[in-house]
């Protein structure tokens, strides 16, 4: 006779080992519960998930992790003039936060939310909205069971960044984080993120651009070497808005990383682009981007930009889609996936795709993978410069396209100085 406990299935497992939140947004969770039973876990025979082995992310209980602790580098955007808002494995540490007061922005946490705020209507929202046609049940998981995060309004211009750094100190910590973001009309602001967060970590970011407001968001992932982690950011982008988005990712033994963007408003603009960088000597490494850009109005702006340097047997995979609705005329939408391998080991798996159902659009996706130009690595060498140091600043003008959509001069350059101390510390 099978045990009760082999009856159950992955998604039961897993919900059993999840305190659900009683209080705060709670129609929305019941609501992804809900959605979360229609769907299940997903598995490696779901298209979306082939590449990925998600039964890591399935478990019950994360794999252990050690904390690695970075004694030779400044914090990141440690020198920027910044609010910081500190999560410790996944819970809000107020004395490592700055005041949360700041010019143009309300800011608050989640585990503090009423049942009724600004926020009600939004929480879930657009998540619940991406699923379609796509099912992305880590997300639904995450607005079900998510214990802590921020809920931020931009009424205004932002008087600086606000930087959410994650802290990993427990190797067991499994923090499932849902942050929310509304730009009103004509607001802007600059979010930064780092910081390796647990064990195991789940995180949304639902971010509503309001009519003519702008949305930088910057964020870096690392440099825990055992990290296993799943995001999702979901996107709304209103008439004439801007929304931009930028991913550093080192080193983690698995980071599946899911944009879903949808621009409802003429004019608008939406970039979303990454780089990563993975060397399997120091542990497994696995980096999939999975993005879906919708153009439901005219004249909009979209770009995909992913660059990803593998060796030592490390894994990369790209799944990116451009949808072009019907009525969504002069559309320009352009998508790129590219891969540098170092070595005969490494792999790049890519998934472009179009979908186009207007007759007036300019769109275009491309992917390739190969490895360093021997010609200008030739030519660089010929010229005195050190195998080493012509390596890394091939690799960097490699992924210049992609850094190149950070808009802010201080914020590229922090970006670029990590990029080269990875390359330092990974020479062969």
């Given at each position: 006779m099978m045990s009760a406990l082999e009856k159950k299935s992955p998604l039961e497992t897993r919900l059993e080992a999840l305190a659900i939140p009683a209080s705060g947004f709670g129609a929305a969770r019941k609501d992804a519960l809900a959605r979360l039973s229609a769907m299940g876990l997903p598995g490696r025979r779901d298209e979306y998930w082939r590449w990925?082995?998600?039964?890591?992310?399935?478990?019950?209980?994360?794999?252990?992790?050690?904390?690695?602790?970075?004694?030779?580098?400044?914090?990141?955007?440690?020198?920027?003039?910044?609010?910081?808002?500190?999560?410790?494995?996944g819970v809000f540490d107020a004395e490592a936060s700055d005041d949360l007061a700041l010019a143009g922005v309300e800011i608050s946490r989640l585990a503090d939310a009423p049942e009724v705020n600004w926020?009600?209507?939004?929480?879930?929202?657009?998540?619940?909205?991406?699923?379609?046609?796509?099912?992305?049940?880590?997300?639904?998981?995450?607005?079900?069971?998510?214990?802590d995060g921020v809920l931020i309004?931009?009424?205004?211009?932002?008087?600086k960044p606000v930087n959410l750094v994650y802290v990993h100190k427990s190797e067991v910590s499994d923090p499932i984080l849902h942050h929310v973001i509304k730009l009103e009309e004509g607001?802007?602001?600059?979010?930064?993120?780092?910081?390796?967060?647990?064990?195991?970590?789940?995180k949304v970011m639902e971010v509503d651009v309001g009519k003519g407001a702008r949305f930088h968001h910057i964020r870096a992932q690392g440099r825990d070497h055992e990290r296993r982690a799943v995001t999702g950011i979901f996107a709304r982008v209103a008439e004439g808005a801007l929304f931009k988005s930028f991913t550093l990712t080192v080193n983690g033994a698995l980071t599946r990383n899911e944009c879903v963007i949808d621009i409802v408003g003429d004019d608008a603009v939406a970039h979303v682009a990454g780089a990563a960088l993975g060397d399997g000597a120091t542990g497994d490494f696995l980096h999939d981007d999975t993005v879906f850009v919708t153009h439901g109005a005219e004249r909009g702006e979209s770009r995909q930009v992913f660059k990803k340097v593998l060796k030592h047997g490390a894994i990369g995979t790209f799944q990116g889609k451009i949808l072009v609705k019907q009525g969504a005329q002069k559309t320009d939408g352009y998508q790129i996936s590219q891969s540098l391998l170092l070595d005969d080991d490494s792999q790049f798996l890519a998934k472009p795709?179009?979908?186009?159902?207007?007759?007036?659009?300019?769109?275009?996706?491309?992917?390739?993978?190969?490895?360093?130009?021997?010609?200008?690595?030739?030519?660089?060498?010929?010229?005195?410069?050190?195998?080493?140091?012509?390596?890394g600043l091939l690799v960097l003008s490699f992924l210049a396209d992609a850094i190149e959509e950070i808009e802010a001069e201080e914020l590229r350059d922090e970006i670029v100085s990590r990029l080269e101390a990875w390359l330092n510390r990974h020479r062969d």
């Open positions: 990925t082995n998600p039964a890591e992310l399935n478990a019950p209980a994360p794999v252990p992790a050690k904390a690695f602790e970075i004694t030779d580098e400044a914090p990141l955007f440690g020198a920027v003039e910044r609010l910081k808002v500190v999560f410790v494995d926020a009600s209507g939004l929480y879930g929202a657009l998540e619940a909205a991406g699923q379609t046609p796509v099912a992305r049940p880590f997300s639904v998981l995450n607005t079900a069971a998510a214990t309004r931009v009424t205004g211009q932002a008087a607001a802007e602001i600059t979010i930064l993120e780092n910081g390796p967060a647990g064990a195991r970590f789940n795709e179009l979908e186009i159902y207007a007759d007036d659009v300019k769109c275009s996706h491309g992917s390739t993978t190969g490895a360093i130009d021997e010609t200008a690595l030739f030519y660089l060498r010929s010229r005195g410069v050190p195998l080493d140091e012509a390596q």
